[in-house]
């Protein structure tokens, strides 16, 4: 029988704690890069650009290009990718999604080094090497480049709107129900879990649910969000596949932003969705509830405007979002149970209205 082995590329510079943003340079010093170009997300270089630029100066580091990404068309990706110095030497992206998404996919083209340096704990799309980027007018996610470092200031993602903090919350819970969607999977034998991706996904949730906080400005709560979703990243890379961090509770947040007139952000809807689909898989829900309460993140989602009919409608057009998988969804005896609970579920009523 051949063995199916890959290679996995981990990052190599990971720094997490406050105020390192304005300690860029050092950071890229030690690394030995001396020619960079940086991708800001709208309206951050006035935010951030003074830090990050005389930080890199203090350094020796020359910035061969800097702009803001308001556009994440594939086409002008590429076009602006090819229009980059070729003496760069490593792509930093410093913002939210787009920003990211861009400098990640510009460093596979490239072949450069990719610089992760988020500035909110929305999700783990910082640590993965997934990017979404819009083809044909729609939102795909394509594969690209693995950070070769990762720079996460704790004072800047404590700034950020709190929405993108419940946003990771619920990203990161979502790992409980989609580890138990690839175990069911394999039980099914439609795959082969990776053990190693397995672990290092479930460490990464079991580790941030455990944490003591007060608020989740504390800075321990955000240090274990952000070192979480790392890890979880770094899992779907020893995986090959995004499995170990998206089950089926994903697939319906995929079909609400394609269906549902007014989706929310992602891990708003997959918090929601990952608590509906611990019911359904009846596997740790107690612990998602405890979480998603302390946080406050049920109370936030339920501001959020998200319906039942919307959920309704999302169960049923899951599986055909990734019809190659088969998660609890793909069966339609537990697609029967989570619309049951999802009428029934007192937790779900409220926060669905």
Known sequence: MAVDNHQIVVPTLLDVRKGNLKEIGPLLQRHEFKKVVILFGSGLTELFGDPVFGSLKASGIDVLKSEEVADIDIDGVVDRAFQLPFQTEAVIGIGGGKALDAAKYTALLRKWPFISVPTSMSNDGFSSSNTSLTIHGRRISVHAKMPYGIIIDIDVIKN????????GVGDLVSKITAAQDWIFEEQNGRTRVDDCALMLSKKAVNS???TDFGTIKDDLFLKELADSLTMAGISMEIAGSSA????????????????SPHPQLHGLQVGVASYLMSKVQNHRFERIITVLKATGFFDFAKSAGMTTADFDMAIDKAPNVKPMRYTYLHVAKYRERAHQILHEDPILQDVLG
């Open 160 to 167: 950020a709107p709190e929405c993108f903090i419940y946003s």
């Open 208 to 210: 941030f649910v455990r």
């Open 244 to 259: 170990p961090t998206s089950g089926s509770e994903h697939l319906i947040s995929h079909a609400l932003d394609t269906y």
